[in-house]
């Protein structure tokens, strides 16, 4: 008796978490320093956190769907805009920062307290995943999309898990709740220069 065929959607779980692991490392940085700002300042709640990052994902699978089908909701081109929400955010978290700093004052590390806020910018930092997954996709079968899909939510719950996780450890516990208003705004303003600089066209 020979070996026994693989299953059909095996390729397709490694092709879907390698796609996803590829282009949401930097999402980790995100989910790290949304987790320490709940934990310091309260904002944004963990479910927050949780059902944001669900829903930005969705978002991007959603409007990367209709890109593989032709339906180009954000040309390529201006996906770049999506930078300004992160970068915009960072600057004026710094700018507060500064000035709190000034008056001697201890400034807030919250950058955003909603869902929705969570929501924009899990969409803004993987704006430059669209093109990546509509290239996957368009090249998909119902089946092996549907196969994706559930990979991407399982990541989804592990990113999240492991943002949780990351920030449970002491000295990196310690080293926010002492810097975060200076460390979380930079992250942002380099998550921001980041799809600016992989996106935009003038660079």
């Known amino acids: 008796m020979g070996p026994l065929p693989m299953p059909w959607f095996v390729p397709t779980v490694f092709t879907a978490s390698a796609l996803f692991i590829g282009t949401n490392l930097d999402d980790i940085v995100l989910l790290v320093v949304l987790n320490a700002s ?38 390529d081109r201006r996906t770049w805009l999506l930078g300004l929400v992160p970068l915009g955010l960072g600057l004026y978290k710094l700018g507060a920062a500064v000035l709190a700093h000034r008056s001697g004052e201890r400034p807030s590390a919250a950058m955003v307290k909603s869902v929705g806020g969570v929501t924009a910018l899990t969409v803004a930092n993987g704006g430059d995943n669209i093109a990546a ?28 898990a492991a943002g949780s996780w990351l920030v449970s450890h002491r000295w990196i516990a310690e080293g926010i709740q002492r ?21 935009a066209p003038f660079f």
Do not use: M
């Open 179 to 199: 810097w975060g208003h200076w460390i979380v705004p930079a992250v942002f303003v380099g998550i921001g220069g980041s799809v600016l600089y992989h996106a």
């Open 38 to 75: 709940s934990r310091n300042e309260g904002h944004p709640k963990a479910w927050q956190i949780w059902t944001g990052q669900s829903v930005g994902i969705a978002v991007l699978v959603a409007v990367s769907l209709l890109a593989a089908l032709g339906l180009t909701l954000v040309p």
């Open 133 to 160: 997954y509509a290239t996957v996709f368009r090249t998909s079968t119902g089946a092996s999309l549907s196969v994706t899909v559930a990979v991407f939510a399982l990541g989804v719950v592990a990113w999240c």
